[in-house]
């Protein structure tokens, strides 16, 4: 039977035009569907925008520290329709590359919703288009809890779109990955952000002690952590601000926007799983084997909408693969081990490998090392801020099996050592780096001394 393409993709995400471009490099027809904008999450609403508002939200602080330093600075002010704007202005550009980038790979492009009708067969608007092979790769969303007064509340979704100016008040729910960046970002830009989390610390599956100290870190840099604590419903008179926040066991507050960040949830509704014999996982992800094949013969699945990591590189490694195991006939696998991170948040954490919790528990023997330092960058402005930098590494073995910072420029630094880790390097050989001086990252190859084995302490409320 003759297919109108070899590969049809739903969901032009990081994932999806990955695996569609190199498909596509391979000779395969390919044609893809998005009903939002092309560039998925990340580029429109996530990674991207949310890193220029990071970046915008730090000058507060580069501003009071470039007195130390000797320049004087007239009255500062924020224009956040200017930021906002041209934050869109950036987004409309990328939004455009992607494009380009689909155009020049030859991957048809199908605006509107796709929808299985059966297993290769596709309904995008009024077209019905067939394919050989299907690639699920439509994300996830946000989702909140749908306490009484939800509809008031935003996600990070409408975060990017505020009206200017900003809300003098505003309150973030969850301690996670998005909650904890947008507490920065808005406290940055000169909002009293409080950060509503209901146990006792924020970034749960983080190494307990980076989580503590970006905790601590947090809640210095003005941040109120209302720990332990859940909102019962949201109050508003006549549907406006200002909200008023009922707590669970009684408390109330008042703020100006509330916004939820308790977690994404996987792209499945709607687009016909249940025709084409697409199984779901326990979790209510599309459920994947390791080569990403969902239980339909023909059909694969990449990215968030399979909840595996929810990061956009490990989304196109998987459509990476994808295509080349598929279509290249060079079989690879993801590879989910050492998937470095990092949280944006301020100040930023970064790591790769395991937590010191998580190698306690599979491995045998470790030695920690742990240093912390105020950055030199802040020894002449007196800004309280402390760089914690951790090694954990396997005694057997001398494997540094997990790396972790919390301080500036995280990101960058674990990105390198990401490599080193992957490579298996020995502490040995972090010991024979010479470093660059003076550096933050140069710690990472002088730390000489074990951290003493920690006292048991109270076992962290998860
Ligand atoms: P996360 O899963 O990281 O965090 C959700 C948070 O919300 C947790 O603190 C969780 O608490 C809390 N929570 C969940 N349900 C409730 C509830 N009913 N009431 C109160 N609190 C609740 O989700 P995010 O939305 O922050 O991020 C989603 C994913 O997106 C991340 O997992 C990550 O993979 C990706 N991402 C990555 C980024 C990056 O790489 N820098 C940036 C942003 C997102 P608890 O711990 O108690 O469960």
Redesign the pocket.
Known sequence: MAYDYDLFVIGAGSGGVRASRIAASYGARVGICEDYRVGGTCVIR??VP?KLLVYGSKFAHEFEDAQAYGWSLGEVTLCWATLRDNVQKEVDRLNGVYLRLLEGAGVKLHMGRGRLLDRHTIEVGSETITADKILIASGGR?EA?PISGHQFAIT?NEAFHLPDPLPKRITI???????V?FAGIFNGLGCEVDL????DR???GFDEECRTFVHDALARSGIRMRTET??ARIEATDGKAPYRLHEVNGGAFETDLVMY????VPNTAGIGLEKASVQLNKAGAVAVDEWSKTTAENIWAVGDVTDR???TPVAIMEGHCFADTVFGHKPRKPDHRDVP????CQPELASVGLTEEEAARTLGELRVYTATFRPMKYTLTGRQQRTFMKLIVEAATDKVVGVHMVGDDAAELIQGLAVAVKAGATKAQFDATVGIHPTAGEEFVTMRTERPKPQPRKAAAE
Do not use: D, M, W
Request: net charge positive; charged share 20%.
């Open positions: 996530g990674c949310k946000p809890p990070s729910v969850g301690g996670g990955y998005i909650a960046e509503v989390i209901r146990r924020i970034l749960r859940q909102i960040a308790t977690g994404r990591i929810n990061l991170s990092a949280v944006f």
